[in-house]
């Protein structure tokens, strides 16, 4: 089993990559943040709680607890001192709401208004009250979010790899507040970046180009890079054949699931002239589980923070002109028929939850 704190910003992709680091058997899940991205930080970290509740992650009151005859019993309440992390089988804290240096930026016209959107409304199963109330107050009482990255990082029993599916603000600012937690990071798996072109700049990613100076932070921190890039994701294209394969699951979550994706679907096909969506986040996670899927090339990567137009670009040095060290393992190819049965795999799991 391989340790990982998981940093996103949910977001369609970011909560399938929740299902896929949470439902496999290589990784265990020590943690969640979240980070204002893909929506503001309060609907990012909604929408983490709605897909941990949604995959069986937060622990429900058993159901013999509900023949107590006692009337002025508060079942709930009592249930609810007994659990560490109100209910949820790993800490989730939320993070930044706002880029190191620059204003924060959503995605709004992919991911909708709630980060999560469906064309058709969908009932989402209820999220306990203690599980809201201990991420509420796990928020207000903590001094300062990477307080308690630092903390459960710093005294889980092995290394830890960090897992970052949006902005890298979370990361940076961690790096900055708590220096030596380098030392109990093994690698940082990241989606982001392109090596040529991009998605929101005509050579600029998503989640580098929204907080570029957390990006060029993260790549001098000397801690083991794997930078998954679009020309990977862009292989992960959610086909026809893909959601027909999760529809005929049958259950309750695989339908929820499809509607999502096919939100997904028609905003990149407005935004993007793409019939299919690439699933980029699960594809980081991908890397953990099976390295094998991949090839990938050690070299130096810088991301450009001054330029106008091209900031948030990631400098990829393939034949090392720079002389510079190299710092990223950028990843360049991925089996993509694997990559479905790995999500395949741990839809069914989540499924018997
Ligand atoms: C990245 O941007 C976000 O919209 C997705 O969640 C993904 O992390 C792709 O550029
Ligand atoms: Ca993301």
Sequence with gaps: EIDCWLDCDPGHDDSLAILLASHCKKIKLIGISTVGGNQTIEKTTRNALISMNLYG?????????DNDLDINFDEELKYSNCLTHGGLEFPLVQGSS????????????IHGDSGLNTH?????????????????????????????????IRVNSKPVTVIATGPLTNIALLLINFPDISKNIEKIVMMGGAMGI???????????????ESAHYVFESDIPIYMVPLEVTHLALVTP????????????????????????????????FMDYPPLHDPCAVAYIIDPTLFEHRLMRVDVEIHSHLSYGQTVCDFYNMSNKKKNVHVCMKMDVERFWNLLIEAIKSANEV
């Design 57 to 65: 992650l937060i622990r429900t009151k058993p159901t013999n607890l």
């Design 98 to 109: 706002r880029p190191l240096l620059r204003p924060a930026v959503n995605c709004q016209e």
């Design 120 to 152: 058709v409304k969908i009932e989402l199963p209820k999220i306990p009250d203690y599980a809201i109330n201990y991420v509420e107050n796990l928020n207000a009482k903590s001094a300062h979010f990477t307080r308690v990255m630092y903390d459960a």
């Design 198 to 212: 991009g998605n929101t700049g005509p050579v600029a990613e998503f989640n580098i180009q929204v907080d570029p």
């Design 241 to 272: 054949q893909v959601i027909e394969s999760i529809r005929s699951l049958s259950t309750n979550l695989s339908f929820i699931l499809v509607e999502l994706l096919l939100y997904f679907q028609s905003t990149y096909k407005t935004l993007f």
